[in-house]
């Protein structure tokens, strides 16, 4: 690494570490913490009240869950540590259901359950959670119950015979049922929500079983979600793995690109290394078609009328900044390091609430604030923005 290039990656880092431990985890640690009911508020607006009343979120506090353990693990910060214990304890408590398996959608304030039916997406979220508390902690409990959730996942919700995931189900996984908007049979967005847990899973308990999970996810984006005549993904399909709708989901593409060289570099199969290698550059291309000058990410474009959503989400951001590094990191050129400072400084300069906490939700293309976006709530978590500044640090640890 010249010193140039050095230079910038240092430059890179510390801006990721003011972004966590000035912005991000200062907000989880405070305000938004349930000192009374436990666990942490469902929700909090965009004024940054805290709703206490609002339901919880078995997604919203995986990751929580998931946030803390990364960060404790990496950082070895006792305080963190006990974030994560917390986290834990709330999960365990008020998600997991111990009678059929699998965590509740949601619960209410105080921990009673509130949607009891089963849905894969946040299925997954909960083993990355736990998975990676199991690697904080080495916890036989967190390990037994990771593999529960890994086997109702595999058991339950696994079509064989066509190779995908069902989505949603009732509490005791009998049957699917319908989530309360049009969903279609199988999702490109909860597939890559299946291959990270999976690859997580198995980074932290490696078994030949969970790894042929992991091969068959990857497998199943090589084969069927990736398109090689475009570089983007399918993003829906119905169950004979027709895609039923022409959209380039630039925040999931981008975020998909380094998803898939990690799981990929866990699994450590040479040939599926091989090909995953060999689409990254493309990829990352089509993903990239989402960039914007000032170095922001849109979030979708629909070819078949032309609509584009540019708004610019603050998940979206903080995977632009990881995919970018991890580019760079797999030899597509010094121009990604760029990139992802460039994006750095957008998110400090738009995204990032320096005096309150958190990252605000969205942007609009003017730079103002959707004030109207909560500061957390069921999607709204500290998983993305959290992750993307522990993989700059860990991945640049050696710049500087």
Known sequence: MNS????????????????????????????????????????????????????????????ILWSFSAAARITGDAALRAFADRAWEYFRNCFIDHEFGGVYWNVNCDGSVRGDFKHVYSNGFALYGISEYYRLTGKPEALREAEKIFHC??????????????????????????????QPPSSMNTALHILEPYANF????????????????????LDRIYDPSSGHFHTVFDLEWHSLR???????????????????EILNDPTILKEVSAILPRLTTAALEGLRPDG????????????ILEHRSWWVQAELVVGCINAWKHGLGEEYLRKADAALDYIAEFVSDRRNGEWFQTINPDGSVVSADDKAGHWKCPYHNSRMCLEVITQLADAG
């Not at 058991?155 to 699917?176: I, L, T």
């Open 153 to 182: 996942l595999e058991e339950k919700a696994f079509r064989p015979g066509n190779g995908s995931y069902a989505e949603s189900f009732r509490r005791d996984w009998a049957e699917e049922v319908p989530l309360p908007h049009p």
């Open 296 to 307: 922001s990410m849109i979030y979708e474009f629909r070819p078949e009328n032309g609509r």
């Open 202 to 221: 198995h980074r932290a308990a490696p078994s030949e079983e969970n790894g042929l999970a992991l091969r068959k996810l990857l497998r199943m984006f």
């Open 4 to 63: 140039s290039v050095s230079a910038l990656a240092t430059a890179v880092r510390r801006k990721a570490e003011t972004e966590l431990f000035e912005v991000i985890l200062p907000f989880w640690t405070g305000r938004a913490v349930d000192w009374h009911h436990g666990g942490w508020f469902g929700r909090i607006d965009g004024d940054n009240r805290p709703i206490p009343e609002a339901p919880r979120g078995a997604i919203l506090n995986a990751r």
């Open 246 to 264: 022409r959209e380039y989901s630039y925040g999931h593409e981008i975020e998909g690109s380094w998803l898939l060289t990690e799981a990929a």
